[in-house]
């Protein structure tokens, strides 16, 4: 149980263009989804907490209208790159949280922009 | 600002051995601290936690301990085998109206066979 998937598993893109990333919760219903930017060799890198039918709270430093997040049901958050440049070529997570500190990470997206 | 602190990015190990990832933390506010395991191109996986009241939290071969008066944790897992390579990540957990979980930047441990 508490499986979490996440679609595109790798993506490439073009620089200026927008890229959509889906976060499912397939078997379990999640009030609470958290998206992670991981770079190579660092830590996971909280970018901003997602609550079903509310407006997501963004992390210090993360451009809220660069990182478009929507939290339509309680089985689905996106994560939308919008404008992507080079710099935002990253390894992005979704974790689910079904309490305070359970949370079930997806298998991540690997952005690069071109 | 790195509340959580693995200064070690690797450690290895003979199979059968001890092996000892260790944690710092700064913000004396973490109610909570976890151990999460992961393996290349797949999303962390949970693995052990402490409440911040207890000093030790024992699951099988994985143990934690938690000295909060010098804001250190590790993580202990006895005895180890070669399936356990993998990055670990130590996190600290807070509640700011919210919960959040901070991350380490995680020890990649190699056991050998």
């Known amino acids: 149980g508490a499986v979490v998937s996440q679609h595109p598993s790798w993506v490439i893109c073009k620089s200026g263009t927008s890229v959509k990333i889906e976060c499912r919760s397939l078997?379990?219903?999640?009030?609470?989804m958290f998206w992670y930017r991981q770079f190579p060799k660092q830590s996971l890198m909280l970018m901003a907490t997602s609550n079903e039918g509310s407006k997501a709270t963004y992390e210090q430093g993360v451009e809220k209208d660069k990182f478009l997040i929507n939290h339509a049901s309680l089985t689905l958050s996106t994560l939308t790159v919008t404008s992507a440049h080079p710099e935002d070529s990253s390894f992005y997570i979704c974790?689910?949280?079904?309490?305070?500190?359970?949370?079930?990470f997806g298998p991540g997206t690997r952005l690069t922009v071109t | 600002d790195q509340q959580v602190k693995q200064n070690s990015p690797s450690l290895s190990v003979q199979e059968g051995r001890i092996s000892i990832l260790n944690c710092d933390y700064t913000n004396s506010m973490f109610d909570y601290f976890l151990w999460y395991k992961k393996y290349p191109a797949e999303g962390p996986t949970f693995l052990i936690s402490?409440?911040?009241?207890?000093d030790k939290n024992e699951d099988g071969r994985f143990t934690v301990f938690l000295n909060k008066s010098a804001k250190h944790l590790s993580l202990h897992i006895v005895p180890s085998q070669p399936g356990d390579s993998a990055v670990y990540f130590c996190a600290g957990g807070l509640n700011t109206g919210g919960f959040k979980t901070i991350f380490g930047a995680g020890t990649r441990l190699f056991v050998k066979a």
């Open positions: 974790s689910a949280a079904t309490g305070p500190y359970e949370q079930y």
């Open positions: 402490i409440s911040s009241i207890k």
């Open positions: 078997d379990f219903q999640a009030t609470t």
